[in-house]
């Protein structure tokens, strides 16, 4: 049988190093904010072909004084702008000037948000966060509290949040890297919307895989923990993969098929489902191992020396 927990540092070792590169992309290449945390106007203009006219739409609105900050297009048929805040009037000039030389041109949908509504969606976002992970512990310590001593299901829950702790920081990662690339992946309220739908994927995989451990442990009380969590990964590893496939599987055929306006959320939850299958079978479990086998072996260190 193959034993994945006594290989457990080089998970260690890998996913640390998907944390360091992830870290080094979000500081280094920064993430592309989108209008929900910036602030500003979003515009999306649509006509026959207006998707070949991008470069002249630009150099318009700039003749005008507005510079337009990003711009993509969804098919053939509609651009999507995206400027600094404009005022009422500036708006309207800038449809009157575009309107000028290609009458056909329509706007289908134009928002605005403040700077002010920005902080405030970046806070809640924050806590959010925080919120589902303190959650996550309270819930999965009650519902691992019969768990066989000596495990204790505060540690559960804690190993739990730290390998979502993990999926959030390479996720995040992810999109910097792509956002660097690609201007249509932008980090806006559905990007908050994705990494809390993957927090829910990925502690439900490692409840999966705790679950079995617990009843492993309650079936074979004198055995090894380390054993028996192995036996537990490899019982519902194949259970874990399948789940996560058919889901990306779906969310393959969004991407291709959906229109560009959630092509970014779609990508994020396929990245994220990935790296959360990984840490639900490779990390969640061998972290709780670690963790019990560090305190057997200071229980082990001070037995001895009381025995000195």
Request: hydrophobic share 50%; aromatic share 10%; no cysteine.
């Amino acid at each position: 049988m193959f034993n994945l927990v006594k290989k457990r540092k080089y998970f260690y070792i890998f996913s640390a190093t998907l944390i360091v590169l992830s870290l080094l992309s979000i500081f280094i290449w920064k993430l592309n904010l989108g209008i929900d945390f910036l602030g500003g106007s979003v515009i999306e203009l649509s006509n026959n072909g207006i998707a070949s006219q991008l470069n002249e739409i630009e150099a318009e609105s700039a003749s005008i004084g507005i510079t337009v900050d990003s711009a993509s297009t969804s098919g053939n048929d509609k651009i999507i702008l995206r400027t600094r805040n404009l005022s009422t009037d500036e708006h309207q000039k800038l449809i009157d000037e575009l309107q000028k030389d290609n009458p056909g041109i329509s706007e289908s949908s134009y928002q605005t948000i403040g700077p002010t509504v920005s902080k405030d969606i970046t806070s809640k976002a924050i806590w959010a966060v925080i919120v589902a992970s303190i959650a996550i512990i309270i819930f999965i310590s009650y519902a691992f509290r019969k768990v066989p001593k000596p495990a204790n299901s505060w540690r559960f829950g804690i190993a739990a949040v730290a390998a979502l702790i993990h999926d959030l920081i390479v996720t995040t990662g992810f999109v910097s890297v792509v956002g660097h690339f690609y201007s249509f992946m932008q980090v806006d309220a559905l990007f908050i919307t994705a990494l809390l739908t993957v927090m829910g994927f990925s502690v439900h995989d490692t409840i999966v895989v705790f679950d079995r451990l617990r009843e492993n442990m309650v079936r074979h009380p004198n055995s090894d923990i380390e054993s028996l969590a192995n036996d537990s990964i490899l019982q519902t590893i194949s259970r874990s993969i399948n789940t996560s496939l058919t889901t990306i599987m779906v969310l393959l055929a969004l991407f291709l098929i959906g229109g560009t306006s959630i092509s970014h959320f779609v990508l994020i939850l396929i990245a994220g489902i990935t790296f959360g299958t990984y840490s639900s079978i490779f990390i969640a479990t061998m972290l709780l191992i670690s963790w019990q086998k560090q305190i057997e072996h200071s229980k082990t260190q001070k037995a001895k020396e009381l025995a000195i």
